[in-house]
Nanobody, 118 residues
Framework: QAQLVESGGGLVQPGGSLRLSCQAS????????LSWYRQPPGTERELVAA????????KYAESVQGRFTISRDNAKKMVYLQMNSLKPEDTAVYYC???????????WGQGTLVTVSS
């Protein structure tokens, strides 16, 4: 059974940094596009960043471009989101998602809360 487990969320002051991690199990991660989404309070879930199977192609939301960096380690079945220069508007539950490159399969993690506040 495929599973994604996020970690690394917490409370951070504006301007600070956090690194989110997502551990995948039960799937061959190289066959999946890995993404981070977030859902701020009272709003819809939105794409933050995505990374292709080989880690070369990356996509970012305009709101995080230049501040966030997505990376992956296929050997460890991990995907990371380095978040720098955090702003209060980055406050959200952050979710990890795996989307198959060859089928309609997709899997979500349970989410990790990031709160940016002084």
């Amino acid at each position: 059974q495929a599973q994604l487990v996020e970690s690394g969320g917490g409370l951070v002051q504006p301007g600070g940094s956090l690194r989110l991690s997502c551990q995948a199990s039960g799937l061959s991660v190289s066959y999946y596009i890995l993404s981070w989404y977030r859902q701020p309070p009272g709003t819809e879930r939105e794409l933050v960043a995505a990374i292709g199977g080989d880690g070369v192609i990356k996509k970012y939301a305009e709101s995080v471009q230049g501040r966030f960096t997505i990376s992956r380690d296929n050997a460890k079945k991990m995907v990371y989101l380095q978040m720098n220069s955090l702003k209060p508007e980055d406050t959200a539950v952050y979710y990890c998602k795996a989307s198959s490159r060859y089928s309609n399969n997709e899997f979500w993690g349970q989410g990790t809360l990031v709160t940016v506040s002084s």
